[in-house]
């Protein structure tokens, strides 16, 4: 049986990461292969690097750091951040990406979609999906540029075409409980995992491994967080066996 | 002459591949070449995105017959995701392309009952007869498989909608339906049994 993946994300800004990785014992915490070589020895099912750099220069540093993550890691590598061309997702595959993240470009022409997917394989195109819930009712919309711009396209409708279109995986992101540490958006993962037949990687509000397990209760193929392993006492090991402890299948 | 070949299929994702076999102190050259595919003391046949496509770069290159032929003889050969497909005689996924038929399988879309792709870590079960391969997770990412293990050939199952053939071998030729090279530890002792074996072969 497929087991449910823990994905840790590494937030990366000119070829460092930010928002601080605690780890004991790393001498420098900012070293992106430091952090990956960490979590795959710690048990992490994949890793997820998001290039959060403002500037081109900054996009520049993201395929250097890409080579040397992947030549220290040996578990998949999907890399999102700003993401705007074929090219450009063909420059991070041979880097060493295993998949891409398309978000904001594929909201604006969602051909973008069908072109990575026919290029690379649906395997490879993940297509990371912003929702938060509508203001005016009931429903989630589709926003973009960091959460600040809502586009008033309905999240579900969005995930099937998304799917439809071929990618292979959808990455979501609740921007209502993001940061809150209050755990995932529950029936936006119902909602969405019931829509689709392709992986569902939830994301957004993760503290404690009981909302790991409740979103994986939801129908989340994978679960990814940031903060819960970068700040708290939780390791990658610590948060999967209290997945196996409740039944739920993972690599062990 | 290089030890160890890898196939240039196009549009395969060549760097983990690459990565996997460096750790193991091994620089494969990268080739279209039909006479170095059939020369080198190890082949590795990557993954592409489809089966039609895949089948279609092999032949452009005269790399098909090499690869028939090697298999033919027992020649060293690790044929990876897609790689095992392509020694298929056929799949669902391009009607009427033929592939390299080294075996008389057939390869088929996974059902709709479970999440398609298959995207993430199965428990892979070998057979008994199997030499290179041992019980572990590995990282699939794949939406069709083979469903029976042909003739002569010792396979491992995983089970995704059903029992599906996560991996063939004989001899020296290993044809993994997942990816050694992002299988953690596990994979890369596989590589590494199946680079001792090409070393003695």
Excluded at chain 1, 121 to 137: E, H, N, T
Aim: hydrophobic letters at 45%; proline letters at 5%.
């Amino acid at each position: 049986m497929l087991a449910h993946r823990v994905i840790p994300c590494l937030d990366v800004k000119d070829g460092r990461v930010v928002k601080g990785v605690r780890f004991q014992g790393l001498t420098d915490a900012g070293d992106p292969t430091a952090a990956a070589t960490r979590y795959e020895a710690e048990g992490a099912d994949e890793l997820v690097l998001l290039d959060v750099s403002a500037t081109p220069e900054g996009r520049g540093h993201a395929l250097d750091t890409v080579r040397a993550v992947r030549a220290v890691l040996s578990i998949p590598l999907t890399v999102g951040g700003g993401l705007r061309t074929v090219e450009h997702a063909g420059a991070l595959l041979d880097a060493g990406a295993d998949k891409v993240s398309v978000n904001t470009a594929a909201v604006r022409d969602p051909s973008f979609i069908d072109r990575v997917a026919t290029r690379f394989g649906s395997q490879c195109a993940v297509v990371a999906i912003d929702a938060a819930r509508r203001l005016d009712g009931p429903g989630w919309e589709v926003v973009v540029h960091s959460g600040h711009e809502r586009t008033g396209a309905d999240a579900i409708a969005w995930a099937r075409e998304c799917a439809a279109r071929g990618s292979g995986e959808l990455l979501l992101t609740s921007w209502d409980k993001d940061g809150t540490k209050s755990g995932y958006d529950l029936e936006l993962l119902r909602a969405v995992s019931s829509a689709v037949n392709v992986p569902v990687i939830a994301s957004g509000g993760a503290a404690h491994p009981e909302h790991l397990i409740e979103a994986i209760e939801a129908g989340a193929s994978a679960v990814l967080a940031a903060s819960i392993f970068h700040y708290s006492e939780y390791t990658v090991g610590a948060v999967k066996a209290a997945l196996a402890a409740r039944g739920i299948e993972v690599r062990r | 002459m290089s030890d160890v070949v890898i196939v240039r299929t196009g549009v395969a994702n060549l760097a983990s591949v690459l990565a996997g076999l460096r750790r193991l102190g091994v620089t494969p050259d990268v080739t279209t070449d039909a006479a170095a595919v059939r020369e080198a003391r190890a082949v590795v046949l990557p993954g592409v995105g489809a089966f039609g496509a895949g089948m279609a770069a092999l032949h452009e290159h005269g790399v098909a017959a090499a690869l028939i032929e090697r298999a033919a003889a027992g020649r060293p050969l690790l044929a990876v995701c897609l790689g095992l497909q392509l020694l298929a005689a056929s799949s669902d996924e391009a009607p009427g392309v033929a592939g390299l038929a080294v075996h008389d399988g057939h390869v088929a879309r996974f059902p709709d009952t479970v999440k398609v792709p298959q995207l993430g870590w199965n428990e892979v079960t070998p057979d008994a007869g199997c030499r290179l391969l041992e019980p572990g997770y590995a990282y699939f990412a794949n939406s069709y498989r083979l469903t029976d293990a042909p003739l002569g050939w010792a396979a491992a199952r995983s089970d995704h909608g059903g029992p599906f053939v996560a991996a063939l071998e004989r001899g020296p030729i290993l044809a993994c339906q997942f990816h050694p090279e992002l299988s953690g530890p596990w994979g890369l002792a596989l590589l590494d049994r199946w680079l001792a074996a090409a070393r003695e072969a």
